[in-house]
C-alpha cells in the first residue's frame, strides 16, 4: 500500500441531509439528454456552450457539486486544488486524458466517461473513409465543385477482398472489424492485451506484422505514453506501398510530418485524420496541418463521435453515472477510483468516506462505532494503490456523530453523510 503525502486535503464533513440542491455544471453543449436525467433529479444545472481556461474554470467551479465536460477542457491538478466542492468529474465522451486523474484520485473526486456510447458512429466512419479513400472520393468530389471533370478508374477499387488491420481492439476495433468483415474485408488486428476475436477477425503478433499484412491501418488506441508517436517514419515505412492510414483515436498517436512525407512520396495512397497533436478550442479558431491540400486526404474535426444518436446515448450514460453517485454512492465505471456499489438501504444514514490508503483505517471506523454503540447494517470498503473509498450504513440516530469522528481521522480526505 502506498502512502500519500501528509499534506493530503482534508475536507469538511457534511450534515445528514443536504439543504442545498445539487450544482451541476456543463460546458461544452453536453446533450439535452443530460440536462433531462439532472433536472429529474432537482439538481440546478448551468450550462456554457465552449471550452474553460484554467483561471475561468476555477472561478465557475465555486459551489459546484459535479463537473461535465468533453474534449476541450481540461481540469489539471491546480483546478481539481481550488474546487474544494466538487464531488465528481463527467467526460461525456471516451477519452479523460483532458483531466489529471491522479490528482482528482488523491483528493477523492471519481471521474466517470463513457466508453461504450459512441462506438457505433465511430466505426461507420471508418467504413465510410475506407470506401472513400480507396475510391479517391473526397479529390472527385472537389473537382466536380470546382467544375472539373475528370472521371478516372486509375487506382480506384473496391474495398472487398482487402484487409484491414486494426492497432487497438477495443469497443470500436470490436465493432469495425464486425463490419468490416460483412463488407468483404479481411481483418487482422493488434492489441497489447489478449482479445477475444469476433467473427473471423484474426489476431497478429506484432505491431509489425499488422502494419505489413494491412491494405487499411485504422488507429484505435488511447493516449499513453506507450501510444505516443507510436506511428512515425518508421512504421510508415513497414506499411505496404499503396495503403491508406486511418487515424480516430488520439492526435498524440501519429507523427505528422512523416506522414505528410510518406504521402507525398507516394508510398502511402492516401490518409483519414480526425484528430490532431494540437486541435483548435472553439469552431471559430483557425486550423493549420502539414496534411492540407495533399491528394486523396480525408481532415474531418474530431467528430469521429460526433453523431445524434451518440451524444445522446453518452449523456444518458455519463449522466447516470454521476446521478448514481450523489444519490447511492455508487463510483462503479469511475476511470480514476475504486469501484464499489452497495443498493440502498431503507431506515439507516448511509457515510462516504475516502482515505488515504494506509494500515488500520477500518479498525479506526469500526472503533468509532463501538464506541458510539452503533451497529453497522451494511459496509463495503474497495482500495487502490492511493486510497481507500468505504460506504456505510448505520443508524440513523448517531451517524452525525460517526461521520464527524470519522472525519476527524487524520487519514481521512473527505467524509459525507449521503443520506
Known amino acids: ?3 500519500m503525502t501528509p499534506s493530503a486535503t482534508k475536507f469538511q464533513t457534511t450534515p445528514p441531509v443536504a439543504k442545498e440542491p445539487v450544482k451541476v455544471l456543463l460546458l461544452e453543449n453536453i446533450h439535452q439528454s443530460a440536462h433531462e436525467l439532472f433536472r429529474s433529479r432537482s439538481f440546478e444545472i448551468e450550462t456554457r456552450s465552449s471550452a474553460m481556461k484554467e483561471d475561468e474554470l476555477i472561478a465557475a467551479l465555486a ?25 465528481s468529474i463527467g467526460c461525456f465522451c471516451i477519452g479523460t486524458n483532458q483531466v489529471d486523474l491522479d490528482a482528482a484520485n488523491r483528493r477523492g473526486v471519481p471521474v466517470f466517461n463513457a466508453p461504450f456510447s459512441n462506438t457505433r ?10 470506401i472513400m479513400l ?10 466536380v465543385h470546382a467544375g472539373t471533370w475528370k472521371k478516372v478508374s486509375k487506382a480506384c477499387y473496391e474495398i472487398r477482398g482487402k484487409t484491414i488491420g486494426l492497432i487497438g481492439y477495443g469497443h470500436i476495433g470490436q465493432q469495425l472489424g464486425v463490419l468490416a468483415e460483412a463488407m468483404g474485408m479481411r481483418v487482422v488486428y493488434y492489441d497489447i492485451a489478449q482479445k477475444l476475436p469476433m467473427g473471423n ?3 497478429l503478433p506484432t ?38 492510414l486511418l487515424n480516430a483515436s488520439r492526435g498524440s498517436v501519429v507523427v505528422i510530418p512523416a506522414l505528410a512525407e510518406a504521402l507525398k512520396s507516394g508510398h502511402l495512397a492516401g490518409a483519414a485524420i480526425d484528430v490532431y497533436p494540437e486541435e483548435p478550442e472553439s469552431n471559430s479558431d483557425g ?3 502539414e496534411l492540407q491540400k495533399l491528394p486523396n486526404v480525408i481532415l474531418t474535426p474530431h467528430i469521429g463521435g460526433s453523431t445524434e444518436e451518440a451524444q445522446e446515448a453518452i449523456g444518458r450514460e455519463v449522466s447516470r453515472a454521476l446521478t448514481q453517485l450523489v444519490t447511492t454512492g455508487a463510483t462503479t465505471g469511475a476511470v480514476n477510483f475504486p469501484n464499489v456499489e452497495l443498493p440502498p438501504l431503507k431506515a439507516t444514514h448511509r457515510i462516504l468516506n475516502v482515505h488515504r490508503n494506509v494500515p488500520g483505517v477500518l479498525r479506526d471506523v469500526n472503533r468509532i462505532v463501538s464506541d458510539v454503540n452503533a451497529n453497522i447494517d451494511s459496509q463495503v470498503l474497495s482500495t487502490d494503490a492511493n486510497i481507500g473509498y468505504l460506504i456505510m450504513d448505520l443508524s440513523q440516530d448517531v451517524s452525525a456523530e460517526v461521520s ?16
Open 121 to 130: 458512429s465511430v466505426a461507420e466512419m471508418i467504413i465510410a473513409e475506407s
Open 1 to 3: 500500500m502506498k502512502p
Open 201 to 203: 477477425n484474426r489476431a
Open 63 to 87: 459551489g459546484v457539486d459535479m463537473l461535465g465536460i468533453r474534449s476541450k477542457t481540461h481540469v489539471t491538478a491546480r483546478v481539481l486544488e481550488k474546487a474544494d466542492k466538487l464531488l
Open 287 to 289: 486550423f493549420l496541418t
Open 404 to 419: 464527524r469522528r470519522i472525519g476527524a481521522l487524520e487519514t481521512s480526505i473527505r467524509t459525507r453523510v449521503l443520506y
Open 207 to 244: 505491431l509489425e506484422a499488422l502494419l505489413a499484412e494491412s491494405d487499411f491501418v485504422s488507429l484505435h488506441v488511447p493516449a499513453t505514453p506507450e501510444t505516443h508517436n507510436m506511428i512515425g517514419a518508421a512504421e510508415l515505412a513497414h506499411m505496404r506501398k499503396g495503403a491508406y
Open 134 to 143: 480507396a475510391r479517391q472520393l473526397g479529390d472527385r468530389s472537389r473537382e
